[in-house]
């Protein structure tokens, strides 16, 4: 496979997720704004597209061992996988994150006032991923599951009470933007969570937590956005056309 710079960014991360990493280190967003070209994002950043490219077919052209094809799994099994290993993940990393950075804004805040900003922004987050995650386990994916479900035994499957996919799943789209761009300032916050010279150990912690937090979610919302969501507005389709 030659990649082309008109091609989309969330695809080539949903067809093989080592690609994130490139885009990673030119800082593109491959996850909430994953439905944007190659030349397009560049433009964007002022990056030459040819180098992105370059780096692109190098990567998949070594010889590293290929990432977890998602793009295989079934939806409900994707669905079943995002819930327990990306929701929980976020519901126990933000009890452990919480206090560690309550703790260094309340100590460090004088120095480093930007602290009280990150404390500020990552409550928010919590708040409303918490709120988000539970509207996915109770509507989208049931909904998602059913279908599968339904498919599978050649079955008809009752429309949802939402009339289409297409609405939730837009409305979970645009609070993935908005969280993605609450860890962006989070990171600017940061420094690229980097820890000034007078910062303790427990202020590493906790910026190598958010760092890791903020890895995760990226993975989180590619899975919904550009995999797990488009597919299942298609599957609906062949109940609903």
Same mark, same amino acid.
Request: net charge negative.
């Given at each position: 496979?030659? =990649?082309? $710079? %008109?091609? +989309? +960014? #969330?695809?080539?991360?949903?067809?093989? @997720?080592?690609?994130?990493?490139?885009?990673?280190?030119?800082?593109?967003?491959?996850?909430?704004?994953?439905?944007?070209? =190659?030349? %397009?994002?560049?433009?964007?950043?002022? +990056? %030459? #597209?040819?180098? &992105?490219?370059?780096?692109?077919?190098?990567?998949?052209?070594?010889?590293?061992?290929?990432?977890?094809?998602?793009?295989?799994?079934?939806?409900?099994?994707? /669905?079943?996988?995002?819930?327990?290993?990306?929701?929980?993940?976020?519901?126990?990393?933000?009890?452990?994150?919480?206090? @560690?950075?309550?703790? =260094? /804004?309340?100590? !460090?805040?004088?120095?480093?006032?930007?602290?009280?900003?990150?404390?500020? !922004?990552?409550? /928010?987050?919590?708040?409303?991923?918490?709120?988000?995650?539970?509207?996915?386990?109770?509507?989208?994916?049931?909904?998602?599951?059913?279908? &599968?479900?339904?498919?599978? $035994?050649?079955?008809? &499957?009752?429309?949802?009470? *939402?009339?289409?996919?297409? *609405?939730?799943?837009?409305?979970?789209?645009?609070? !993935?933007?908005?969280?993605?761009?609450?860890?962006?300032?989070?990171?600017?916050?940061?420094?690229?969570?980097?820890?000034?010279?007078?910062?303790?150990?427990?202020?590493? &912690?906790?910026?190598?937590?958010?760092?890791?937090?903020?890895?995760?979610?990226?993975?989180?919302?590619?899975?919904?956005?550009? =995999?797990?969501?488009?597919? /299942?507005? $298609?599957? $609906?389709?062949?109940?609903?056309?």
């Amino acid at each position: 496979m030659n =990649i082309q $710079e %008109d091609q +989309i +960014i #969330g695809e080539l991360v949903a067809n093989d @997720y080592r690609t994130a990493s490139v885009f990673k280190k030119y800082n593109i967003d491959f996850c909430c704004q994953g439905n944007r070209t =190659i030349n %397009d994002a560049c433009e964007a950043k002022e +990056i %030459d #597209g040819k180098l &992105v490219v370059a780096d692109l077919n190098a990567l998949l052209q070594s010889q590293e061992a290929g990432s977890i094809d998602y793009q295989s799994w079934p939806l409900d099994l994707l /669905a079943e996988y995002i819930e327990k290993k990306h929701h929980r993940y976020v519901e126990e990393k933000t009890l452990e994150i919480k206090p @560690y950075l309550e703790k =260094i /804004a309340r100590v !460090h805040g004088g120095r480093h006032p930007e602290l009280l900003e990150i404390n500020e !922004h990552f409550n /928010a987050t919590a708040g409303e991923l918490a709120m988000h995650m539970k509207k996915e386990e109770l509507m989208v994916f049931p909904f998602i599951k059913k279908m &599968v479900k339904a498919k599978e $035994e050649g079955t008809k &499957v009752a429309a949802p009470n *939402f009339e289409s996919i297409q *609405f939730p799943i837009q409305a979970m789209m645009n609070e !993935h933007t908005n969280e993605g761009d609450r860890f962006r300032l989070i990171e600017e916050l940061s420094n690229n969570y980097t820890t000034p010279e007078d910062g303790c150990n427990t202020y590493k &912690v906790t910026f190598a937590l958010l760092k890791e937090f903020e890895q995760d979610l990226h993975l989180h919302i590619h899975l919904e956005n550009n =995999i797990l969501f488009p597919k /299942a507005i $298609e599957l $609906e389709k062949e109940f609903f056309s």
